[in-house]
């Protein structure tokens, strides 16, 4: 079972990214943005995890807490309280309330609370995500200083790369080599990612094999048309760190 988190957060963009982070590791998520819907999410989704806004629309975190202190549910979630105001007395009472910590906003990286998640809510039980350790991966993609980086942390991984410049490059490769999983950038030279990833599943020996676009293109259209071509899964270069690009490969092949 997946570990289970709640962000009650108004911040719809701050909310939004967080719960990407949270949901490539391998966590249960779901977003409230105002109050009144977080209180009926603890009830509902009964969450282990509480990321929790305190200046909220129709109900604060403040109220939250008692509610939750009212009807014993601190008991089966933990909740960590992340706002804009650091002063001492708004932390003394939320630790008071039940909070187990409280992060101020202009303090703290959500790379840094996703560090806080998972040291208060750990994923060892998690065993979705697959060992890449002897999968052959080929990598499309006409930056070799990203290339190079991709390559290092992958092959600490145990996986065997193959690396291509462009999609002409990928498609011969994919000619001689089955892989189980490809990671392929959008915009290439000669032939682009889109009509590579076409070709790819128009080969019967790739239809099934999973195939990840990695592209600085985010525009809905992009997504789309990726999606609709057959890719599995769309990451956007600049909102991932190259760990949360293995752990999504990682989940990628560990979906049956």
Same mark, same amino acid.
């Given at each position: ?206 239809? =099934?094999?999973?195939? %990840? #676009?990695? &592209? *600085? ?5 992009? +997504?789309?048309?990726? $999606?609709?071509?057959? =890719?599995?899964?769309? %990451? #956007?270069? &600049? *909102? ?5 690009? +293995?752990?999504?490969? $990682? ?6």
């Amino acid at each position: 079972m997946q570990p289970k988190i709640l962000i009650i957060e108004d911040e719809e963009i701050l909310g939004e990214i967080l719960q990407k982070k949270l949901t490539l590791l391998g966590y249960e998520t779901e977003l409230a943005t105002d109050g009144a819907e977080g209180m009926e999410k603890i009830r509902s989704f009964k969450p282990e995890l509480i990321l929790l806004d305190i200046v909220l629309p129709n109900l604060s975190g403040y109220e939250i807490l008692e509610k939750m202190k009212e009807e014993n549910l601190l008991a089966a979630s933990k909740v960590i309280v992340i706002s804009n105001s650091g002063q001492p007395v708004e932390i003394d009472r939320v630790l008071e309330l039940g909070a187990i910590d409280y992060l101020v906003k202009a303090d703290f990286s959500p790379e840094e609370v996703v560090d806080k998640v998972t040291k208060a809510l750990p994923l060892e039980n998690i065993t979705a995500s697959a060992s890449l350790a002897g999968k052959k991966i080929l990598v499309v993609e006409d930056d070799i200083f990203l290339r190079n980086l991709i390559v290092k942390k992958m092959e600490k991984e145990g996986c065997a790369i193959s690396l291509a410049y462009d999609g002409d490059e990928a498609l011969k490769l994919a000619t001689d080599t089955r892989y189980d999983l490809v990671l392929l950038d959008l915009v290439m030279p000669n032939t682009n990612g889109i009509d590579t990833l076409k070709e790819l599943k128009k080969n019967p020996n790739y239809a =099934a094999i999973p195939v %990840i #676009i990695f &592209s *600085n293109l985010s525009q809905d259209a992009d +997504i789309d048309a990726a $999606k609709k071509a057959g =890719a599995a899964d769309f %990451i #956007i270069k &600049s *909102n991932f760190t190259l760990t949360e690009v +293995i752990q999504k490969i $990682k989940q990628v092949l560990g979906k049956p």
